[in-house]
């Protein structure tokens, strides 16, 4: 789950790490309210669930509250396109005022997950302000990390060791450890995938200050979190995948024409790479589970269908723990209940594949079987050609 920006900082601001002043502006006018408030220059920032927002306009200086109220009716209620929004762009629907800072240096702090070490590890650079893919390609002798041990936590030798190399002066040093102290209880308290500080920003006095932050959550903890659950903004998502999410289905949308039906998530990723390799476009990533009932399918062929973009459905099925001949039945079922206009490729395989392959084949529906991926992706793609 993500969050924006402003709840991020909120969050923040709850484990000491310094945030700038500034709220969120829903109106032009509340906006203008704002930087008064401030009493100077500020900076007008669009919140959607995205990056590059600054490549792509969405931050914006203004001098004045004049300027931001001016500023901020450019960016309210009109579509914001970054490399991460892809062509749809989102909607601008609330702004972060915040005032202007003084600033000395930008640093990048992170913390994720460490797979190859089944730790968290803090991230950090002196090159602020750019992604940090970005800094691993040009400078990577400039990226510093830290392991955080699950049994001990974030030792304070760690940000001490952490602030000297990125270039912190003595009377910073325990500032600075402190903001990477509470970065890592962050992470760890509130059951993160990501934490992301870039910029972390050094003012002319010395002070260290977050003047951007990003927040993504594991899903599977949120039963857990139910202050972080609260945050959620249903408009920042697509509402094929929160309906998706109601029946226990794992639903990504994608910009391809062929809708996936698939159980399990490595399956899932094989099947969008060889219809991929035969030319072809996925248009969703779509885990119906290992247990699939009737009511399931039926609802993942619902919203595959409701994708306009879908011009040809491809089911991938192996019957390990759910049996083969059970998900014959439940496709019939789904595809006699719902209307599909599309061709329709399955390719079964697993525990009483037998039986379901006789049920499909007795369905009379319009289905083209297929025994290999490599058969049912070159079929769906061909279909879809015409």
């Known amino acids: 789950m993500n969050i924006h920006e402003y709840q991020a900082k909120q969050i923040l601001r709850r484990f000491a790490i310094p945030v700038p002043r500034g709220r969120v502006a829903i109106t032009p006018q509340e906006a203008g309210a704002i930087a008064r408030e401030l009493g100077g220059a500020c900076v007008v920032k669009a919140q959607i669930h995205a990056g590059g927002r600054g490549k792509a306009g969405g931050v914006k200086l203004a001098a004045n509250a004049q300027a931001t109220e001016a500023k901020a009716a450019e960016l309210l209620g009109n579509k914001l396109v970054t490399y991460q929004t892809g062509p749809k762009g989102r909607i601008v ?33 002196s090159e602020g302000g750019v992604e940090i893919e970005e800094i691993a390609r040009k400078s990577p002798e400039k990226i510093f990390r830290e392991l955080v041990d699950p049994a001990v936590g974030w030792l304070p030798f760690q940000g001490r060791r952490l602030a000297y190399r990125l270039g912190a002066r003595d009377e910073q040093v325990s500032s600075m450890a402190a903001v990477l102290q509470g970065l890592a209880r962050a992470f760890v308290d509130l059951d993160c995938s990501l934490v992301e500080i870039n910029p972390l920003v050094a003012t002319r006095d010395g002070k260290f200050i977050a003047l951007d932050a990003k927040m993504n959550f594991d899903n599977n903890a949120l039963y857990r979190q139910p202050q972080v659950s609260s945050l959620r903004d249903l408009d920042e998502e697509d509402p094929r995948e929160i309906e998706a999410s109601r029946f226990g289905l794992s639903y990504i949308s994608l910009e391809g024409n062929i809708g996936c039906m698939v159980n399990g998530a490595g399956l899932a990723m094989a099947t969008m790479d060889i219809i991929k390799l035969h030319g072809g476009e996925p248009a969703n990533f779509l885990d119906v589970g290992g247990g699939a009932t009737t009511e399931r399918v039926t609802e993942a062929f619902r919203i595959l269908l409701s994708d306009r973009r879908v011009q040809g459905v491809l089911v991938n099925i192996f019957g390990g723990i759910m049996r083969c001949d059970v998900i014959a039945q439940g496709i019939v079922e789904a595809a006699r209940g719902i209307d599909i206009r599309v061709p329709m490729v399955v390719r079964l395989q697993g525990t009483n594949v037998g039986m379901g392959k006789r049920i499909l084949g007795e369905s009379g529906l319009a289905i083209i079987p297929a025994e290999t991926m490599a058969e049912a992706a070159e079929k769906i793609v061909k279909a879809v050609r015409g």
């Open 93 to 125: 629907r609330k702004l972060l005022v915040e005032e202007g800072l003084d600033i000395d240096r930008e640093l990048y702090l992170g913390v994720v997950l460490d797979r190859s070490a089944s730790r968290p590890s803090l991230i950090a650079s």
